[in-house]
């Protein structure tokens, strides 16, 4: 197993390098282990990585919020200071089966929480110190015939099969997501964890321009909880249903393509009190946006 770390810097760098992957002989040893990493790493990071990546929130976005003492915080966001991702990739060669790979992500989000607090009616602005890290696991098979290079879902026979979920807190969280249910269409699917594994051709399908409903239960009625969708670069926060339940609504794009939400949970102290530390949890939801429904199995 090797582990490797890369900056965003590195992470382009590393796509150029990793061009001369797909010229290889495909006469080369299935045991060229360095080889066959490097052929991952490009499915991994191909793409804008919508199926791969762990970065499921949007950082920039202001939000307003209900007045709460200590402070009265009527807008915040995060500024992402710095993303440190690793990626352990681990392979399989047992005799007379296929190869596989499993994989690993973690990526360690430091930055600033920015608070916007109405003080009497004059406006200052107060920062805290952010920590979040994310993980999530993928699985690849290789195939036996020789791949098509042209096919981007495939290098030096590597593909990916089935991928978790994303899963991100602070350091010492006391925030919990027991559940997300996911209700659009003819799905109706609960989520209770992040990390299974789920095959790839089996994640969530919602048809285009559906309503889906979101119902998350933190059991804490106190909790703040948005609803990200990074590729729309939106923000919105849920409705509070006064039970530790929060429910929110959102329309599919009309376009067709893999996609995340990100359930975002904070603490009433993160938000609403200058003397209270950060704490978070975010799970990070794929589905994708085609014609017809189902659910994942």
Same mark, same amino acid.
């Given at each position: 197993?090797?582990?490797?770390?890369?900056? $965003?810097?590195?992470?382009?760098?590393?796509?150029?390098?990793?061009?001369?992957?797909?010229?290889?002989?495909?006469?080369?040893? *299935? %045991?060229?282990?360095?080889?066959? =990493? +490097?052929?991952?790493?490009?499915?991994?990071?191909?793409?804008?990585?919508?199926?791969?990546?762990?970065?499921?929130?949007?950082?920039?976005?202001?939000?307003? @919020?209900?007045?709460?003492?200590?402070?009265?915080?009527?807008? /915040?966001?995060?500024?992402?200071?710095?993303?440190?991702?690793?990626? *352990?990739? +681990?392979?399989? +060669?047992?005799?007379?089966?296929?190869?596989?790979?499993?994989?690993?992500?973690?990526?360690?989000?430091?930055?600033?929480? $920015?608070?916007?607090?109405?003080?009497?009616?004059?406006?200052?602005?107060?920062?805290?110190? #952010?920590?979040?890290?994310?993980?999530? %696991?993928?699985? #690849? =098979?290789? %195939?036996?015939?020789?791949?098509?290079?042209?096919?981007? /879902?495939? $290098?030096? @026979?590597?593909?990916?099969?089935?991928? *978790?979920?994303?899963?991100?807190?602070?350091?010492?969280? *006391?925030?919990?997501?027991?559940?997300?249910?996911?209700?659009?269409?003819?799905?109706?699917? &609960?989520?209770?964890?992040?990390?299974?594994?789920?095959?790839?051709?089996?994640?969530?399908?919602?048809?285009?321009?559906?309503?889906?409903?979101?119902?998350?239960?933190?059991?804490?009625?106190?909790?703040?909880?948005?609803? $990200?969708?990074?590729?729309?670069? %939106?923000?919105? +926060? #849920?409705?509070?249903?006064?039970?530790?339940?929060?429910?929110? &609504?959102?329309?599919?794009?009309?376009?067709?393509?893999?996609?995340?939400?990100?359930?975002?949970?904070?603490?009433?102290?993160?938000? !609403?009190?200058?003397?209270?530390?950060?704490?978070?949890?975010? /799970?990070?939801?794929? !589905?994708?946006?085609?014609?017809?429904?189902?659910?994942?199995?």
């Amino acid at each position: 197993m090797r582990r490797l770390r890369t900056s $965003h810097l590195a992470l382009l760098v590393g796509m150029v390098a990793l061009q001369g992957c797909f010229d290889s002989s495909p006469n080369s040893a *299935s %045991s060229d282990v360095a080889v066959d =990493e +490097e052929a991952i790493q490009a499915v991994i990071f191909e793409d804008e990585g919508e199926l791969t990546s762990t970065d499921v929130r949007f950082f920039e976005d202001d939000t307003d @919020g209900p007045a709460a003492a200590p402070i009265n915080t009527v807008r /915040w966001r995060r500024q992402l200071l710095d993303l440190d991702r690793s990626v *352990s990739i +681990e392979i399989h +060669e047992p005799a007379g089966e296929i190869p596989t790979a499993d994989v690993a992500i973690r990526a360690d989000a430091t930055g600033l929480l $920015h608070l916007l607090v109405n003080d009497n009616d004059v406006l200052r602005r107060l920062t805290k110190d #952010f920590a979040d890290t994310g993980v999530r %696991s993928l699985f #690849f =098979e290789k %195939s036996r015939v020789a791949a098509n290079m042209d096919d981007r /879902w495939f $290098h030096r @026979g590597w593909k990916l099969v089935a991928m *978790s979920g994303v899963a991100i807190e602070s350091p010492g969280t *006391s925030r919990v997501i027991h559940a997300a249910r996911v209700q659009a269409g003819d799905v109706d699917r &609960t989520f209770d964890n992040m990390t299974d594994l789920v095959r790839v051709d089996n994640i969530m399908t919602i048809a285009p321009s559906t309503m889906v409903t979101v119902t998350v239960d933190t059991g804490d009625a106190t909790d703040h909880v948005f609803l $990200h969708r990074r590729h729309l670069r %939106s923000r919105m +926060e #849920f409705v509070n249903n006064g039970d530790g339940t929060f429910t929110a &609504t959102f329309e599919t794009d009309p376009r067709m393509g893999p996609r995340h939400f990100a359930i975002d949970v904070l603490s009433d102290g993160t938000l !609403y009190d200058d003397a209270m530390p950060y704490d978070n949890v975010v /799970w990070g939801i794929p !589905y994708r946006v085609a014609a017809g429904t189902g659910a994942a199995g």
